[in-house]
């Protein structure tokens, strides 16, 4: 099955910094999406994007989808950012990246 | 919109009793939804894919006999943890999504605990 590898695993950031997620395929996915669970577990989505570009306040999202991979950035980082951020493409078959964890700290 | 409600949202069993788990779209309608299982400090892993009106399909190394899937209409999928033990304790999520490969909308979870 399609691989997917996220980096960085772990990401420690000072209140207010900027950081960039990336999601890389091994083969080629028909749709993507970004999703953060906060601390108590609830899962939001970010963006479904199966290629482009998409802006929703400090988040957006790049997917470039000849390359297989796909970039999160959040800027101006809150401590409300922490969390696990991770990606989700389908092919035939659903599949995960192992996801970031992030810190944010006061 | 894309709603996706949970229940219960905690529940605690005895060891060898089953229990079910709600999955409703509350204002879409979902020919596809996902139930996934999350252990402590791990990724989501995806259990199955519910289709409506039809069999769920497994993924490998779960048991279809254990964790039964029911998605009779377009809008309830079901979950039942037959004869639980407490290495099934774990935090179980759905997602829907109006069709495959379309977006998912995530359910706030269940925390199920087997004593």
């Known amino acids: 099955g399609i691989q997917v590898e996220q980096s960085p695993p772990d990401l420690i950031l000072q209140e207010g910094a900027n950081s960039t997620l990336r999601c890389n395929f091994s083969d080629s996915v028909n749709n993507l999406q970004w999703f953060h669970q906060n601390p108590w577990g609830q899962l939001i989505n970010l963006f479904y994007?199966?290629?482009g570009t998409k802006q929703n306040g400090r988040l957006s999202a790049t997917t470039v989808a000849t390359e297989r991979y796909s970039l999160l950035y959040i800027s101006s980082s809150q401590t409300t950012d922490s969390g696990v951020y991770s990606c989700e493409g389908s092919a035939r078959q659903l599949t995960f990246g192992s996801g970031t964890q992030l810190t944010v700290l006061p | 919109g894309a709603v996706v409600s949970q229940h219960p949202s905690r529940v605690i069993c005895k060891s060898g009793t089953s229990v079910k788990i709600e999955c409703r779209s509350l204002d879409f309608q979902a020919t596809t939804m996902f139930w996934y299982r999350q252990f402590p400090k791990q990724s989501l892993m995806l259990m199955a894919t519910s289709n409506e009106g039809s069999k769920a399909t497994y993924e490998q190394g779960v048991e279809k006999d254990k964790f039964l899937i029911n998605h009779a209409s377009l809008t309830l999928s079901t979950l039942t943890v037959t004869s639980a033990h407490p290495e099934d304790s774990s935090f179980y999520i759905c997602?829907?999504?109006?069709?495959?490969?379309?977006?998912?909308?995530f359910g706030p979870g269940t925390r199920l605990t087997v004593t």
């Open positions: 994007i199966p290629s």
């Open positions: 997602s829907a999504g109006q069709v495959w490969g379309d977006e998912q909308y």
